[in-house]
């Protein structure tokens, strides 16, 4: 994926270009899918979120600002905010996948002493700032961000009540922001 | 009002609504409200923004999937991109006909597409669906056809779209009677045709009756039907539609 040339491709989107669409899609429909997989762990149900993502990013091309936003950050959370409407409305998961691909993926988002490890690819700052909370304040964020799960569906896979789910991404995002804002 | 206002000035309240929503931890309704609040409230925008942005890397580092390959042909399809006018229905009824028997038109339209045929002989009519207004005026025609699986939509009374919002056509099933989307339906043209994917072919098998809304630009972002029902309709297997699913 080229980022460089993103903003441009959205302009031009903006403007009705078609080419421009198809290229955009061509170069960050793949990563857009990923997200979405890795939240509906469906991948019929990613494709058609995918669809849905692009419709909007269409329509909605002249509404990005490129001094608010990176046009990738922009598209994904377009995608993610789809995915978890889409979940929260179906209240269902492939529980299969949710009790064995979660978990390799927490693996990789929680261990800090392997190379190949999520955390070690995410950025330096974001990725020293969430190793600095305590782990299942870490896993509460990662799971909700990454996954996207509910906090009930938190509280139930780490078998703990509700409240303290809430009380740990609070807390966890309070010393997230204060560690980024450094 | 101005508690309302006073509310949404509150740094601690703007920031934890802003953590939750980029966090997608909070219900469906309170992130609708809060992807409105956001608009009107600059300093909720800009906290979102910062979310989003401090998070960024977790999706910028993720291994890319290669979508199916009939995914942007379908998004094409819903933007008419290369549109095409496979639909005959325009040529053979006129706006008048359906106007004149609305009460009849389901019957009539059915008989008549059963007996004149479409253009293509092998790939016969096998669904179709007339939906009426709040009135009971015809307003929109879809069909499938059963070899190329092609949705075709014929809308006979556009209804007015604001330039914030979208058509959106439904499927209830028979089955277990909840409704799923077939996407947003252009309205720059009165004939519109798209291919339809494998899980849209199954929700036609099992439909029960067509309904059209009116949602949010690019359709209902919760996967059920959030806005205004503009029409509605039953549908009809035809002939040719057994041998074909």
């Keep these: ?26 170069q960050t429909s793949g990563k857009l ?38 046009p990738f950050t922009w598209m994904a959370a377009i995608v993610r905010y789809r995915c978890y409407d889409r979940i929260r409305s179906e209240n269902r998961r492939v529980e299969s996948k949710l009790t064995t ?11 800090n002493d392997q190379a190949t490890t999520l955390l070690c690819d995410i950025g330096q700052q974001l990725e020293d700032c969430l190793n600095q909370l305590e782990q299942l304040q870490r896993d ?19 078998k703990k009540p509700l409240n303290t789910v809430k009380s740990w991404l609070k807390r966890g995002l309070t010393r997230l922001q204060q560690c980024l804002a450094q | 009002m101005p508690s309302t206002i006073k509310r949404y000035q509150n740094q601690a309240l703007i920031e934890h609504l802003a953590q939750q929503y980029v966090l997608g931890t909070q219900p469906i309704r309170v992130r609708k ?24 890397p977790l999706n910028n580092k993720t291994p890319e999937i290669s979508p199916k390959k009939t995914t942007l042909k379908a998004i094409e399809q819903q933007l008419q991109f290369n549109q095409k006018t496979k639909s005959s229905f325009h040529n053979w009824f006129g706006l008048g006909f359906y106007q004149a028997t609305s009460a009849l038109s389901v019957f009539f339209l059915a008989l008549a597409l059963f007996v004149l045929q479409p253009k293509d002989k092998t790939d016969p009519l096998s669904y179709l669906a007339v939906m009426n207004d709040t009135n009971q005026q ?23 779209v604001p330039n914030e919002m979208s058509l959106e056509l439904w499927v209830t099933s028979k089955t277990d009677k909840q409704v799923r989307s077939l996407g947003v339906i252009p309205t720059t043209s009165n004939i519109f045709n798209r291919p339809l ?19 949010e630009k690019g359709g209902s972002s919760i996967g059920e039907p959030m806005g205004v029902q503009v029409s509605k309709g039953p549908c009809i297997r035809m002939a040719g539609w057994q041998e074909n699913s």
């Design chain 1, 101 to 111: 691909d979660t978990n390799e993926d927490e693996e990789h988002l929680t261990t």
């Design chain 1, 33 to 70: 899918l990923s997200i979405a997989y890795r939240i509906l762990n469906n991948r019929d149900n990613a494709n058609e979120i995918l669809q849905e993502a692009f419709v909007q990013i269409w329509y909605n091309a002249n509404e990005f600002r490129a001094a608010k936003a990176e």
């Design chain 2, 197 to 215: 994917s494998e899980p849209e072919w199954r929700l036609i098998k099992d439909s029960e009756n067509l309904l059209l809304t009116l949602e």
């Design chain 1, 140 to 158: 509460s964020v990662l799971m909700a961000y990454y996954h996207g799960f509910s906090r009930d569906e938190i509280a139930i896979k780490l």
């Design chain 2, 33 to 56: 409200r809060i992807s409105r609040l956001r608009m009107q409230y600059t300093a909720l925008d800009q906290r979102i923004d910062y979310w989003e942005q401090k998070f960024a």
């Design chain 2, 138 to 160: 015809p307003q929109l025609v879809a069909a499938t056809y059963g070899n190329s699986r092609t949705l075709s939509i014929e809308l006979i009374d556009t209804p007015t």
């Design chain 1, 1 to 26: 994926m080229n980022k460089e040339n993103l903003p441009d491709l959205i302009a031009k989107v903006a403007l009705r270009d078609q080419q421009a669409f198809r290229n955009l899609y061509e």
